[in-house]
């Protein structure tokens, strides 16, 4: 079998990264240039006059844009911040469950949790913001909350537990002989655990990443102009 060439496989990097960068160096170009020079033709590649005074005008700026953006930072922030502790506290105790607990249908029920990721978001929208009307919680950081928890508590939980499935099962009984209850081992040994073979899973990265990315279902579920 033949092995792709170093230069082919160069251009593929280089394509990609100009695909992935010249969009978004273009979106911070014209942010540091006035109207008149966003306007101007030829299109100035780099600021004539680079200036702060668009960010300036955002964050203290008077007016229905600047009062958008910054109450749309603070709903973003609460969202994610709340979201992102709230799945990673209930997928850290259901996958050590999942993990390390025997029980009666723990497979069944942990496959039936994977299973819950095979459905698209889209065909959730609707059922989601009926159950939301239905109990108030449109226009609401609960609302939101409990549904970006639902829709990544599945992916976090999966996450967690085959980090948790790597880690030597020894450790956790070193620690109940020395007097340690579950959660004592879950608490102070498993999630501070740094051994070579293993390393911390990304769960809130991932979480916090994708929870702010929804950007489709806030509109859905906040639509009034005060939120």
């Known amino acids: 079998m033949k ?3 170093p230069w082919l496989r160069r251009m593929g990097v280089l394509f990609l990264l ?13 942010s540091l240039q006035t109207d008149a020079q ?22 203290s700026g008077t007016g229905e844009l600047p009062d958008a953006i910054r109450r749309s930072t603070v709903n973003i ?28 249908g723990r497979r069944i029920l942990f496959y039936s949790v994977l299973a819950t990721m095979a459905f698209p978001a889209y065909t959730t929208l609707i059922p989601l ?3 939301m009307t239905a109990f108030g919680l449109v ?9 970006y928890v639902s829709g990544f508590l599945p992916l976090a939980t999966w996450i967690m537990y085959n980090y948790m499935s790597s880690l030597p099962i020894s450790i956790e009984e070193a620690a109940q002989v020395d007097g340690a209850s579950r959660m004592k ?6 999630s501070r655990w740094r051994g070579r073979e293993s390393s ?16 489709r279902w806030c509109c859905r579920a906040t639509s009034r102009p005060n939120r």
């Open 3 to 5: 092995r792709n060439s």
């Open 18 to 30: 100009v695909w992935s960068l010249v969009p978004l160096y273009w979106v911070l170009n014209i």
């Open 38 to 59: 966003i306007s101007a033709k030829p299109a100035n590649y780099l600021p004539p006059t680079p200036s702060l005074s668009n960010y300036l005008s955002l964050i």
């Open 77 to 104: 922030s609460v969202e994610c911040g709340v979201a992102t502790v709230v799945t990673v506290l209930l997928s850290t105790l259901a996958a050590y469950a999942f993990a390390r607990m025997k029980f009666r």
């Open 129 to 131: 913001y009926r159950i």
């Open 139 to 147: 226009n609401t950081y609960t609302g939101i909350i409990l549904v």
């Open 185 to 190: 081992v879950l608490w102070h040994v498993v």
């Open 200 to 215: 911390p899973p990304p769960s809130s990265r991932s979480c916090s990443r994708g929870v702010s990315s929804c950007f």
